[in-house]
């Protein structure tokens, strides 16, 4: 097939290019800057022709059409992530508009299947998950942008269109290009700066089960469908105690209760928004939101359907801190021992 990805260059999207070429697929890249392409995919030894680069915005219609002619599939992968309250109003304002002018003209092209690649914070809710995936409940930004990209993924599913909904999880695993607020608190944590966390766990994901759930549903005919990226419930004691395998070095913390830590990364966003935008302590309070709502999902259908097998989470760790020495994010002595 003919692929069109948009956010082809970012964390997820640059991984999920890379699994579809390696099954065989073409892909074309929807980008505002193409100069970033080569650099991205420079570490996978792939190249794109001028066919297969379009210069474009998700949010202009025109260049999205521009780039869907010739395709048989899309995977809209393009999004602002953050959990900066301070980047609040840009992510209300592209998310769920970028969902809806994608989809909408991949599925008037006759696209088969259309890819949504969406978040598991559109499904984190005070009374946990089901099998019907009920939409998340926290009001913050990037998860609210997420909830209503859903809901204009599910009005086409409704209807029998065939778009294909992908849950990963809080991403690890090497290759964040431009180093977002995951990968951010990642390091701060693997250097010792982020001692806190708020009671409660997310469902964690290797970047590269993400890529690989996206190119197992690249098949045209089988109608709607979602899946959650097959990982782990991921609590402060599984991510600290990955980071101190990993490194040879303890890194203690501490759960705060869910009040508590609300309360705390409350403060964080209260000071932080009085600071230039360059500064930031990624304590926000949208990501202890997200853990102290403890949603539990169900991915056994990917596991079933798709037959993924995740990546061992102390892998993804090690391979994460391991890629982040090598691109100068972390000293040489933070290297997996």
Known sequence: MRVLVTGGTGYVGSHIVVALVREGHTVRLLVRRPEQVAETFAPYDLTFGPHD?????????DSVRAALDGCDAVVHAAAIFSLDPRKAQAMLDTNATATRIVL???????????????????????GGSGPDLPLGDIEHAYSRSKVLSEIEARKHQDGGRPVVTVYPGAIYGPGDPYVG?????????????FPLWSKGGVHATDVRDTADVVAA???????????????????????????????GRRRFHLDLPARLGLWSSRLVDTVQARLPARV??????????????DTRLDDTPARRDLGITPVPFDRSVRDEIAWAVDAGHLPERYRPR
């Not at 680069?53 to 219609?61: F, K, M, N, P, S």
């Not at 990968?183 to 700066?193: A, H, N, Q």
């Not at 304590?283 to 102290?292: H, K, L, P, R, W």
């Open 53 to 61: 680069v379009v210069t474009g915005d998700v949010l202009d219609a």
């Open 104 to 126: 909408g003209e991949a599925l008037a092209r006759g696209c088969d299947p259309a890819v949504h690649v969406s978040s598991s914070v559109a499904l984190m809710r005070h």
């Open 181 to 193: 607020s995951q990968t951010e608190r990642f390091l701060w944590v693997v250097r010792g700066w």
């Open 217 to 247: 549903v690249m098949e045209k005919g089988r109608g709607p469908r979602r899946y959650v990226v097959p990982g782990i419930h991921m609590t402060g004691d599984d991510l600290y105690g990955a980071v101190s395998r990993a490194i």
């Open 280 to 293: 930031h302590y990624p304590a926000d309070s949208e990501g202890a939101e997200m853990a102290v709502r």
